[in-house]
Structures are given as C-alpha cells and as structure tokens.
C-alpha cells in the first residue's frame, strides 16, 4: 500500500540521518558540510563491511534527504554528496552472482515439494519457468493471474501499493503449460486472499521470501554467488541456447530494454502469441517456434 511505501521509504531516511548524525553530528547546520565530511562518511559506510552496492544506496538516500532540505528550504549551497566517487568493484557485476547447476536446482525442488507448506515450492518454479523477478511474482494480486485466458498470462504492471524497477518491467508473462499448472495451484491455496503469495506481497514481503529461498538454496550449496536471483541467469542462459528467438525477444521476455537509443521507443512490442511460442522453447516444452 502506499503507506506500506511510505514506511519504508522513512525508514530508509531515518537511516540516512543517523549515519550522518553518527560521522558528523546532528547540530550541523546543512551549509556547514563539506565535501571532506562527505568523503568521512562514505569511507565509514565502506568500513562497516557491507556491499558496494549497499554503500552506494545509502549515499544515495542522503543525497536524496540533502537535496530536498537545501531545495525546500532554499539554502544556497551545493550538496557535498553529489557525484562522490567510490572505489571499483573488486567483482564485476556479471559476477556477483551465478546460475544454479541443474543438479541444485533439482534438490532445491526435491526439498521443497516434499514439505507441507507448498508455498515456496510454487514460488520457485514460477521463477525458474517465467524468468521474473522475485518481486514481480510476490507482488502479484490473483486478478493480475489471468488463467483461464486462451493464452495463460500474469500482468506485471505498476500500481497503487506496486513499483517497478523500470518502465520495460511492465509486460505480460505467458504461462507455459508447466508454470500454469504450478500457478493453478498456487491460486487455489491462495484461497480468499486478493494476493496469489499473502504472505510475501506487501511490506518486506519480497525480502521475507528471498531469505526464505535463500535459506532452501544454501541447504544445497554454500555458494555466495548462488541466490534467488540465480534464477534470472538460469533463465537468461536458456534463451542464449534457442538460437532462433532473437536478442530483442529474449529482452522482452525478461522485461529489460529491447533496444537502445531512439529504437526503443519504435513499435508496439510483441504479440502474446509470438511471446507464448518463445516460453515453450526455453522451457523446454516446444522444439520450434511456429511462424
């Protein structure tokens, strides 16, 4: 909900605040700050031993905070924490994380299949079969499952209470056979709830179910690389093999940019039809695609 975004979004500012409390002290008038209190603080986040990428985050938050007072307000000063450069990766993002041998893959399904709560086996499978992300598939309301379609499809849209990464995560996944079969189920113990996964679509729902993935995966391996999101490397490798589907279509599957530059804003975007005939060659269900 919007207050649930809300909440997070003053969470993630409190935050901000006390780091810059903690470095510099909180009775420091904002004109006051310097480019060298900037660089304290950034060098304090990196000596806490938490990713770059989390660095870079929370030095986003407080430009953010900075630039809304010194705008607000009309404090006639830079902000200190633009473009503040930080040290390079020491692992390229490519890197940061692997797919799953097709061995793990399958104890992780042997494991979850055999427990009594099917939740997070069915959350799994519709990873690995649609290609999405993790909070594409746990914010999804039962209407935004559209199963009795000639074509099954889920509607990954923004809305009320739902962002999106980018404006190219807006798309429709078809269900192949295998992934509608798994959401039929899931709909069905669902039961009243407005959500296909209650317990992971609202609040820190989607962190929830990424620990709780990340738990089921590291019973099976203790490889740092290999996480949740190694689903979407799995997938990205299984369009790499269909060698007819090309770069284009394989990026609107995945909801990533089709083209860069001007193109991208050409044409319509594929037909369900042309999108459902590709899902059936990367997961394996179909050996060609009809024409």
């Known amino acids: 909900s919007d207050e649930t975004h809300r909440q997070r979004q003053s969470t993630r500012y409190g935050r901000a605040l006390r780091t810059l409390d903690h ?7 904002i004109a006051s700050l310097t480019r060298q209190d900037a660089r304290e603080v950034r ?7 938490v990713e770059l990428t989390t660095v870079q985050r929370y030095l986003k938050d407080i430009r953010a905070v900075l630039n809304f007072v010194i705008r607000e307000h009309d404090i006639a000063c830079p902000n ?41 086996f069915h959350l799994f499978t ?3 079969l649609t290609g999405a992300r993790l ?23 923004p809305r009320s209470g739902r962002s999106l990464k980018n ?12 992934a509608h079969a798994v959401a039929v189920l899931a709909a069905q113990a669902a039961g009243s709830s407005p959500y296909l996964f209650e317990k992971f679509a609202v609040g820190r729902g989607s962190d929830n179910a990424s620990n709780r993935l990340l738990k089921a995966i590291r019973k099976q391996t203790s490889d740092r690389k290999h996480t949740a999101h190694s689903l979407r490397h799995n ?57």
């Not at 404006?167 to 295998?178: F, N, S």
């Open 43 to 49: 060098d304090y986040l990196l000596s806490t031993g």
């Open 235 to 291: 997938f990205r490798d299984r369009i790499r093999q269909v060698k007819t589907i090309p770069l284009e279509l394989g990026n609107a599957l995945e909801g990533r940019k089709y083209s860069m530059r001007e193109k991208a804003r050409y044409g319509g975007g594929y037909r369900p039809e042309t999108l459902y005939e590709a899902l059936l060659l990367v997961n394996g269900e179909a050996t060609e695609i009809e024409h």
């Open 80 to 120: 200190p924490f633009a473009h503040l450069e930080l040290p390079a990766r020491e692992t390229p993002v490519s890197e940061e994380r692997l797919p799953l041998p097709l061995e793990i893959i399958r104890a992780i399904e042997d494991d979850l299949c055999g427990r009594k709560d099917q939740t997070l």
């Open 167 to 178: 404006e190219w995560c807006k798309r429709i996944i078809p269900l192949t056979p295998k």
């Open 23 to 29: 470095c510099v002290g909180q009775h420091r008038p």
């Open 135 to 157: 909070s594409e598939i746990t914010g999804l309301l039962i209407e935004e499952v559209h199963l009795d379609a000639d074509i099954p499809f889920v509607d990954i849209k």
């Open 126 to 128: 519709l990873l690995k």
